[in-house]
T-cell receptor, first 114, second 114 residues
Framework: AQSVTQPDIHITVSEGASLELRCNYS??????LFWYVQSPGQGLQLLLK??????LVQGIKGFEAEFKRSQSSFNLRKPSVHWSDAAEYFC????????????FGSGTRLLVRP | DTAVSQTPKYLVTQMGNDKSIKCEQN?????MYWYKQDSKKFLKIMFS???????INETVPNRFSPKSPDKAHLNLHINSLELGDSAVYFC?????????????FGPGTRLTVL
């Protein structure tokens, strides 16, 4: 069965420090992969996506993610975190069967220390 | 211009009541979805419609009935509300023809059942 694992429930980093949020997936075919961010009380905003080509993808707000097929991973990174990045981050796999549904990970809450 | 809109943003109601949440998208997408986010922030798909036809029903209780009057609208009606229905409900839309299934999310409706 398809699944997405985000092993870190919470991560705390200092402002200006680098960030890596982990995501592992289980899917039998080539995955379409997404990272979404949810600020408190807000909806979901797409940060970046991967569906083919270059395995290092750039997104909005200075985020990037790298698809590693051998590790079934799609980790999100940012070189220097800003206080405004504090939010919940969700990794998702897009199924390319007739359902087109997204399978989400459980989310990682990012806290930023001043 | 709001791409995917939902009304109401907040909904507080008593157990046993019937309520509806409305969703509209102006992106011209063929496919629309309802997701439920529980108190632990876990996001799970409930329904998906493609061109007004149901394509996903993820074993949601019969009390939940989606209705799609046209491909720009997907409403969610809930009968006999229960405490466990309290959650944030997100509507989303996508164009599967783009082959990467990027889904655009609405701002969410926070439903509280007392």
């Amino acid at each position: 069965a398809q699944s997405v694992t985000q092993p870190d429930i919470h991560i705390t980093v200092s402002e200006g420090a680098s960030l890596e949020l982990r995501c592992n997936y289980s899917y039998g075919a080539t995955p379409y992969l997404f990272w979404y961010v949810q600020s408190p009380g807000q909806g979901l905003q797409l940060l970046l996506k991967y569906f083919s080509g270059d395995t290092l993808v750039q997104g909005i707000k200075g985020f990037e993610a790298e698809f590693k097929r051998s590790q079934s991973s799609f980790n999100l990174r940012k070189p220097s975190v800003h206080w405004s990045d504090a939010a919940e981050y969700f990794c998702a796999v897009g199924l390319m069967d007739s359902s087109y549904k997204l399978i989400f990970g459980s989310g990682t809450r990012l806290l930023v220390r001043p | 211009d709001t791409a995917v809109s939902q009304t109401p943003k907040y909904l507080v109601t008593q157990m046993g009541n019937d309520k509806s949440i409305k969703c509209e998208q102006n992106l011209g997408h063929d496919t629309m979805y309802w997701y439920k986010q529980d108190s632990k922030k876990f996001l799970k798909i409930m329904f998906s419609y493609n061109n007004k036809e149901l394509i996903i029903n993820e074993t949601v209780p019969n009390r939940f009935s989606p209705k799609s009057p046209d491909k720009a609208h997907l409403n969610l009606h809930i009968n006999s509300l229960e405490l466990g229905d309290s959650a944030v409900y997100f509507c989303a839309s996508s164009d599967p023809g783009t082959l990467n299934n990027e889904q655009f999310f609405g701002p969410g409706t926070r439903l509280t059942v007392l």
